[in-house]
């Protein structure tokens, strides 16, 4: 299940942090911090990682996920790596619906477009098992 942003708390500092959303486990509730890291001039320093890993480590989280259009440095990809961080590639100018993504070396893409129809059109929507949900004509 995944939940979005919030403010999670600190189990040794007692402070609080503000994430941008959480993957929960259903079998036991343990957590996956997300964070949004929209930097589009250079790739997640090895200090911004850092910053991630302590955020598991004072949360309890099992780890995180870090979206970013450009990746990870050098030493952010060590860190990453040691501390069970996985780095997810977003084109920075994505929506919902239009996107690039890279993950775990998969490529992901969504697109949209807009269809102008001029005319009569018939359409049959038919669910997965072949039955017929709905027919009609469109003008």
């Given at each position: 299940?995944?939940?979005g942003?919030?403010?999670?708390?600190?189990q040794?500092?007692?402070?609080?942090?503000?994430?941008?959303?959480?993957?929960?486990?259903?079998?036991?509730?343990?957590?996956?911090?997300?964070?949004?890291?929209?930097?589009?001039?250079?790739?997640?320093?090895?200090?911004?990682?850092?910053?991630?890993?302590?955020?598991?480590?004072?949360?309890?989280?099992?780890?995180?996920?870090?979206?970013?259009?450009?990746?990870?440095?050098?030493?952010?990809?060590?860190?990453?790596?040691?501390?069970?961080?996985?780095?997810?590639?977003?084109?920075?100018?994505?929506?919902p619906?239009?996107?690039?993504?890279?993950?775990?070396?998969?490529?992901?893409?969504?697109?949209?477009?807009?269809?102008?129809?001029?005319?009569?059109?018939?359409?049959?929507?038919?669910?997965?098992?072949?039955?017929?949900?709905?027919?009609?004509?469109m003008?």
């Amino acid at each position: 299940m995944v939940e979005g942003k919030q403010t999670v708390p600190g189990q040794r500092s007692g402070t609080e942090y503000e994430i941008d959303a959480k993957g929960v486990r259903t079998s036991d509730g343990g957590i996956m911090i997300v964070e949004c890291r929209r930097y589009t001039t250079s790739k997640l320093k090895q200090e911004d990682i850092a910053a991630v890993a302590y955020r598991i480590i004072d949360t309890q989280a099992l780890g995180a996920i870090v979206v970013t259009p450009l990746g990870l440095q050098e030493g952010a990809e060590k860190i990453a790596s040691a501390e069970n961080i996985f780095s997810v590639k977003l084109d920075q100018n994505s929506t919902p619906t239009d996107f690039a993504m890279q993950f775990l070396n998969k490529f992901a893409i969504g697109a949209s477009t807009t269809l102008f129809v001029k005319g009569e059109a018939t359409y049959v929507l038919k669910n997965p098992d072949g039955t017929i949900e709905a027919e009609g004509k469109m003008q």
